[in-house]
């Protein structure tokens, strides 16, 4: 774990008191190291909340200067609050949603496979606020796709991303999920239904049938809900946290320290590294471990090898995050993906697969197109064009 003399090297005094703040949590620095920290610097109490903000660790860090009577600006922590008391409901409206999906579908006979979400937070932070969740995640057989589709379109929930029925398998093809959004507008909320964990350009990774025999039943405040086993809810999580996204903010590092701290000891490290090696995302991994390590001084034990991430540091902590369109049109994201390749073929394999998916049209070019099948042909040829024009556009910070 690093020093705090050695954090301040590479990050601004804010980035360093939410480093600080989240070791606290863990035990891994003490009370006094904190509070002298943040007595002895000038922190600029707006910016860490739109770091923290931009982090989703807003309740995280709330009840983290609730519990430990930390003192800071008023305003800073009253906006924290309200994040915190926000959070606490979403989450439990989110665990509820959850538990009737399940319910709904397991009826007709399709299992999902929730992920990341309230679960995760009530199981491996401790109480179900602590964790912000956007959305709520489902890995489902491909095969159940359009039943599943078909639910939402009849109970009124609103598609966000999805296509017209006659490209519904082209785009299941090609792609790895659908998103709907909860009906109503008082807290409302995305349901994101992935066949596929990562979009093919990422890499190949583990499908719905190696997590189902896995899935456990367990409750939240007596709300009967689905859980994957600590080693298949690492091997999922991961493939957003270090493998899609390649360790760009710094909750996915608070994420993996939390499961590894409450679970550790269940989690099948053989299973773990030898799934990574078989689907090609060992280094992605072992840098977001070693990062994990580096920031929060929480490593698994007997973890194997754990790679200089050094070159990486800035990255989780980031603000503006780095990587704010992890897409092929992004050359950030091209770069920092051949980078974390395992080798020399699979640097070889993705760039294959960015220009294959080059000419892929996706759900946006569909939809901008009329609802019949007959014109993919013409959204393939101008496809390329379109992307072009999408990468040289302003980013959205």
């Known amino acids: 774990m690093l020093t705090i003399r050695q954090l301040k090297k590479t990050y601004t005094a804010e980035q360093v008191t939410l480093v600080l703040l989240a070791r606290l949590y863990f035990n891994t620095a003490t009370i006094n190291e904190v509070t002298t920290f943040i007595t002895e610097t000038t922190i600029n109490w707006p910016l860490l909340y739109k770091i923290i903000r931009a982090q ?33 409901r979403q989450n439990l409206t989110m665990a509820i949603a959850a538990s009737k999906l399940a319910g709904v579908f397991k009826e007709r006979g399709m299992v999902i496979i929730p992920y990341k979400g309230p679960a995760f937070a009530h199981n491996y932070y401790g109480d179900i606020a602590l964790r912000e969740s956007a959305d709520l995640d489902f890995l489902v057989a491909q095969n159940d796709v359009d039943e599943i589709e078909n639910y939402f379109i009849n109970n009124n929930y609103t598609a966000k991303t999805a296509v017209p029925k006659p490209y519904l398998k082209y785009y299941m ?33 583990p499908a719905h049938d190696f ?13 009967a809900v689905n859980k994957l086993s600590p080693t298949y809810d690492m091997i999922a999580v991961i493939s957003n ?68 991430a050094a070159a990486y540091l800035p990255i989780p902590l980031a603000f503006p995050l780095q990587l704010p369109r992890l ?39 569909i939809n901008r197109q009329s609802s019949t099948s007959n014109n993919i042909l013409v ?16 980013k959205k910070l």
């Open 327 to 365: 897409y092929i049109n992004e050359p950030e994201f091209i770069r920092r993906s051949l980078q974390l390749q395992d080798n020399t073929l699979n640097k070889v394999k993705f760039i294959g697969k960015i220009i294959r998916y080059a000419f892929l049209p996706t759900f946006e070019d």
């Open 56 to 88: 989703g660790l807003r309740p995280f860090v709330y009840f983290i200067i609730k519990k430990h009577t930390i003192v800071t600006s008023p305003q800073f922590e009253a906006r924290l609050q309200n994040s915190y008391n926000k959070t606490r």
């Open 173 to 205: 093809r090609h792609f790895k999920d659908i998103v709907y959004r909860t009906p109503g507008k008082t807290d409302a909320f995305s349901i994101e239904v992935h066949w596929r964990l990562m979009e093919k350009f990422s890499g190949d990774y």
């Open 241 to 308: 946290h270090f493998v899609k996204d390649m360790s760009i903010k710094f909750k996915y590092m608070v994420d993996i320290a939390c499961l590894i701290n409450q679970e550790g000891a269940l989690i099948d490290q053989h299973i773990l590294f030898e799934t990574a090696k078989s689907y090609g995302f060992k280094k992605r991994l072992q840098i977001g471990l070693a990062l994990t390590e580096n920031l929060l001084g929480i490593k698994m034990d007997d973890g194997g090898e754990i790679l200089d």
């Open 211 to 223: 997590f189902l025999p896995h899935l456990k039943t367990y409750s939240i405040g007596g709300v």
């Open 379 to 394: 959204l393939i040829i101008t496809r390329p064009f379109r992307l072009f024009s999408r990468a040289i556009k302003p």
